[in-house]
């Protein structure tokens, strides 16, 4: 029996883009840069895979039968063509927008649009699928073969930016690209669910230190100490990065004052809006609590008046209108991995 070998692959290297980019989206430091690394060359290998089946793809569409399969086949291809096309673009022109999304966002949205189509092809195709497949020598030598073209393709390609000088070559580990040299408040304000709450009066606001620890108190915004100084870098998920110098206070100052129990876990930031995201106590000591960043007062855009400067992260954990600091007993990955709220 004939098997699908080049739908089999295509499905594997699919899955393995797709974990790797959602694994590569969250994580923001040089020691994780692998997943984007492994999203490159799957990327490559789908291209690879797609040429071979192009020879295929022309002969079903000259069949002319019509039917839910074949719509659903040319609708998967269509978007993944279109995933693929985002990615590439962005990754070799440089940063670009569509109708107020940047070329990475779109790349993100239309993959997340193509999981339902992945899954419904996944089960059509591996449906009578035999172990033996997988077993079998000529199916490793072909796999292989994908997997030396692909790294082939991704290396051509990054030595073809660097020789061109092409914006691409330019772009951070994470695909990211630096917006232009600016002061202070000068980068984009962006939101991951597009918080934009009233700007925060300081008149009332409160910073609150409580959960597992020795003592609960709150700080009004002239009880913070201002000495603290890290350069950081804030890398966005829109795909733009800044290195900014942000002024505020220690959180390990906070936590050395609450004194956390001998069990506590993990640290939870939260936002006026309710956005949160949750840290170890490890990560949580090396952060900073900014009120300016250069010589800036905090815009209300970029979090006035208290904002978490979390190096290593990604922008959507840099939660913005800090008011309540948490410390848990729990780990620091009862959180979803996006936030959700």
Avoid at 11 to 40: C, M, N, Q, Y
Avoid at 54 to 68: F, I, T, Y
Avoid at 224 to 241: F, Q, Y
Wanted: charged letters at 15%; glycine letters at 10%; hydrophobic letters at 45%.
């Amino acid at each position: 029996m004939k098997y699908p070998w080049a739908n089999t692959f295509l499905l594997l290297l699919l899955t393995v883009e797709s974990l790797a980019g959602v694994l590569g989206l969250v994580s923001g430091s040089p020691d994780k840069a692998a997943f984007i690394l492994i999203h490159r060359v799957a990327g490559w290998g789908i291209v690879a895979v797609l040429s071979w089946k192009v020879v295929n793809v022309r002969r079903s569409l000259r069949l002319r039968r019509a039917g839910s399969t074949r719509v659903a086949s040319l609708a998967l291809l269509v978007v993944l063509v279109l995933t693929l096309t985002s990615g590439f673009v962005w990754s070799i022109t440089g940063p670009y927008q569509v109708w107020r999304l940047s070329g990475v966002s779109w790349h993100i949205y239309i993959g997340v649009a193509l999981t339902p189509l992945l899954i419904w092809h996944a089960a059509r195709l591996t449906a009578g699928l035999p172990p033996s497949f997988w077993a079998d020598r000529r199916t490793f030598i072909r796999f292989a073969g994908v997997v030396g073209v692909a790294l082939l393709l991704w290396r051509v390609s990054e030595a073809a930016l660097a020789a061109g000088d092409l914006p691409g070559a330019r772009r951070r580990f994470t695909g990211s690209y630096a917006v232009p040299d600016g002061r202070g408040n000068s980068f984009p304000q962006t939101s991951w669910l597009n918080d934009n709450p009233a700007p925060v009066s300081t008149d009332s606001w409160r910073v609150k230190v409580h959960g597992a620890v020795e003592r609960e108190f709150s700080k009004g915004y002239d009880d913070l100490i201002e000495g603290a100084a890290m350069s950081a870098t804030l890398d966005c998920t829109g795909g733009w990065n800044t290195t900014r110098v942000w002024h505020g206070i220690r959180v390990a100052d906070l936590l050395e004052e609450a004194g956390p129990v001998a069990d506590a876990a993990s640290v939870t930031f939260t936002s006026v809006t309710g956005y949160y995201r949750r840290f170890s106590m490890k990560e949580a000591g090396s952060y900073l609590l900014a009120t300016h960043v250069g010589d800036e007062l905090l815009s209300h855009g970029h979090g006035y008046p208290l904002r978490l400067v979390a190096p290593g992260k990604r922008g959507f954990e840099w939660v913005k209108w800090v008011t309540d600091i948490r410390v848990n007993r729990t780990s620091k990955w009862w959180q979803p991995p996006l936030p959700l709220q």
